[in-house]
């Protein structure tokens, strides 16, 4: 993070930093050593906490990517979310004072700590901080309150269309391209996230590389067209689709992946 200093070989970050890095006004000017919130470097496979560990800390993704799962008594996942930089983490575990999900980086990791009685004195010194905190933890909520409503509402194939878009969106957030990533996230993950089976995400994925949608290339993707992934409802079955394919390109060689997708 280029915003941060060191401290006894450590990396730390000020108020205003941490504010910046949620996206929300800078609430204090903060230059004292008792308000630098400390750095934390995780590697890939890590567990930054686990269920039922004693909750003390909130997180803020600085870099990288990570997955919250619940894990039921067989050992089996349900991926929750895929933080990536200026999330918080760590919220599920206020109510009972212990974290309920676990956290996983899926590729190196920065974090910032975030001390909770330490943010709780400064939210009774400054309210507007502490409501401006109460907003970030609503943001995540409405994330988790969309994700739900995605599940009930669209087909599969849409669900993974949405994941892609807002996929993008948030690389574009972050500075990188919208039009090419690296899904640090396998198919199985994408699938637990999106109650698909990890069959289903890999031949939707194909199915929209297969009509231009995307392309793909291992963990690589390229998006093409982005407005057609925001609008799809549903593909065809894959023999359907394969003859009116055909039967559009013949007719239209300069056709764009949106025209084959509505010829479809």
């Known amino acids: 993070m280029e915003a941060g200093r060191q401290r006894q ?7 205003k930093e941490v504010c910046d890095l949620l996206h929300i006004p800078s609430a204090v000017s903060v230059t004292t050593e008792e308000l630098l919130f400390q750095h934390v470097q995780f590697k890939t496979g890590q567990r930054i906490h686990t269920i039922g560990q004693p909750f003390d800390t909130l997180y803020i993704v600085n870099s990288g990517f990570l997955k919250t799962v619940l894990i039921d008594e067989f050992g089996n996942e349900q991926v929750l979310s895929f933080p990536m930089k200026g999330d918080m983490l760590g ?16 590729s190196d990791c920065d974090l910032t700590l975030l001390p909770f009685k330490k943010l709780t004195a400064l939210g009774r010194v400054h309210l507007e901080l502490e409501n401006m905190m109460y907003g970030v933890m609503s943001r995540e909520l409405v994330r988790e309150q969309a994700m739900i409503g995605m599940l009930g509402a669209l087909s599969a194939e849409a669900r993974v269309a949405r994941f892609l878009v807002t996929l993008a969106d948030r690389f574009a ?6 039009k090419l990533f690296n899904l640090r996230m396998t198919r199985h993950e994408i699938g637990s996230y999106l109650g698909l089976t ?18 793909v290339d291992q963990r690589t ?16 079955p894959s023999r359907t689709r394969a003859k009116q394919l055909a039967a559009a390109r013949s007719k239209n060689e300069a056709a764009t992946p ?6 479809l």
């Open 9 to 15: 070989g450590d990396l730390w970050s000020n108020l």
């Open 91 to 106: 919220v599920d575990g206020i109510h009972t004072r212990h974290y309920s999900s676990e956290a996983v980086a899926l």
């Open 173 to 178: 957030q972050m500075g990188y391209s919208a």
């Open 198 to 215: 990890l069959e289903t995400v890999s031949r939707t994925l194909s199915a929209f590389n297969e009509i231009g949608l995307i392309s």
């Open 221 to 236: 993707i390229g998006i093409k067209d982005a407005e057609a992934l925001k609008t799809l409802r549903r593909l065809p």
């Open 258 to 263: 949106a025209q084959l997708l509505a010829a």
